[in-house]
T-cell receptor, first 112, second 118 residues
Framework: QKEVEQNSGPLSVPEGAIASLNCTYS??????FFWYRQYSGKSPELIMS????GDKEDGRFTAQLNKASQYVSLLIRDSQPSDSATYLC????????????FGGGTRLMVKP | EAGVTQFPSHSVIEKGQTVTLRCDPI?????LYWYRRVMGKEIKFLLH????????ESGMPNNRFLAERTGGTYSTLKVQPAELEDSGVYFC????????????????FGEGSWLTVV
């Protein structure tokens, strides 16, 4: 079992729709959760971080965390073609320094 | 402000040769990390420097890999001798401090060095 699992996609949504990206993790000691966006050939860019159960909203992005179910998700409202990218879920144990454990990423395609 | 820069962006070498990858972190960032993504796999942690000291090198695959950060500024990652399975993208990242809820620090990634071993 992978430590962090994501559906590789591609996830295709029409422009203006809500894109829902999901991630599950196996380590119950994980305490910090991050979503990175990566355009092809570019660097991963942090777009959301979440540390406690519930929802966290930032603009068109909402991260949701459920530690009991070991599940974290990212919702993108009013999806735009510019949101087309690979979205990487990463988790960190509380006492594991700064080591991030990544999922394989979900490729999102937003069609005009 | 310049981001994390990596050199070379692409490298093709023969099996058995040596390659040295360089990373320049964001100025003032004491924390420097190396990650890599081999074909079809997820991005995996290699090691973490705090200034010039290796804080965690648990992800280094074997002794063919040597990372250094002399003077606590730029870092190099040398692969000697390179094997076919070393092909992939090597990412460098940096941060001022731990990425977490208290510090508010962010880990910034470079665009990666693409290594192909033939």
């Amino acid at each position: 079992q992978k430590e962090v699992e994501q559906n590789s996609g591609p996830l295709s949504v029409p422009e203006g729709a809500i894109a829902s990206l999901n991630c599950t993790y196996s380590d119950r000691g994980s305490q910090s959760f991050f979503w990175y966006r990566q355009y092809s050939g570019k660097s991963p860019e942090l777009i959301m971080s979440i540390y406690s159960n519930g929802d966290k909203e930032d603009g068109r992005f909402t991260a949701q965390l459920n530690k009991a179910s070991q599940y974290v998700s990212l919702l993108i409202r009013d999806s735009q073609p510019s949101d087309s990218a690979t979205y990487l879920c990463a988790v960190k144990r509380g006492n594991a320094g700064n080591m991030l454990t990544f999922g394989g990423g979900t490729r999102l395609m937003v069609k005009p | 402000e310049a981001g994390v820069t990596q050199f070379p962006s692409h490298s093709v070498i023969e099996k058995g040769q040596t390659v040295t990858l360089r990373c320049d972190p964001i100025s003032g960032h004491d924390n420097l990390y190396w990650y890599r993504r081999v074909m079809g796999k997820e991005i995996k942690f290699l090691l973490h420097f705090v200034k010039e000291s290796k804080q965690d090198e648990s992800g280094m695959p074997n002794n063919r890999f040597l990372a250094e950060r002399t003077g606590g500024t730029y870092s190099t990652l040398k692969v000697q001798p390179a094997e076919l399975e070393d092909s992939g993208v090597y990412f460098c990242a940096s941060s001022q401090g731990p990425q977490g809820p208290v510090s508010g620090n962010t880990i910034y990634f470079g665009e990666g060095s693409w290594l192909t071993v033939v």
